[in-house]
């Protein structure tokens, strides 16, 4: 995600959810000078949060249900997965995650567990 602002953040968050049909909402959760969150709605109990940090470029996504994450992407230490079979590990990927791939892969996870 380097070097994009907060609003471009935030355009490609909400054309994401926009374009995805498991996602019933979308809405920003908190906003600062240089960070941003948002939240995208699943089912009930179930959302993806969406936050960016442009001063530290610190982005990270996190599919949550009941309280816990259950899938996640972020780019501490470089970009990673916290796959949904094990969403305490960490699984290294070449170059950025962006926020539809993360949406799609949320949504196939949902689908494929009850």
């Not at 490609?12 to 948002?38: D, Q």
């Not at 992407?73 to 796959?83: E, K, L, R, V």
Request: hydrophobic content about 45%.
């Amino acid at each position: 995600m380097a070097g994009i602002t907060l609003e471009q953040f935030e355009v490609e968050v909400t054309v994401a959810c926009a374009a995805s049909p498991a996602v019933m909402g979308v809405s920003v959760i908190v906003s600062g000078v240089t960070f941003m969150c948002l939240r995208a709605y699943f089912a009930e109990g179930v959302f993806a949060d969406a936050f960016y940090n442009e001063a530290t470029d610190k982005t990270s996504f996190a599919l949550i249900r009941k309280g816990q994450r259950i899938l996640g992407a972020d780019n501490t230490g470089g970009w990673h997965w916290h796959p949904f079979e094990d969403p305490e590990s960490h699984m290294p990927v070449e170059g950025a995650v962006r926020f539809a791939e993360f949406l799609n892969h949320a949504a196939s996870c949902l689908s494929l567990d009850p």
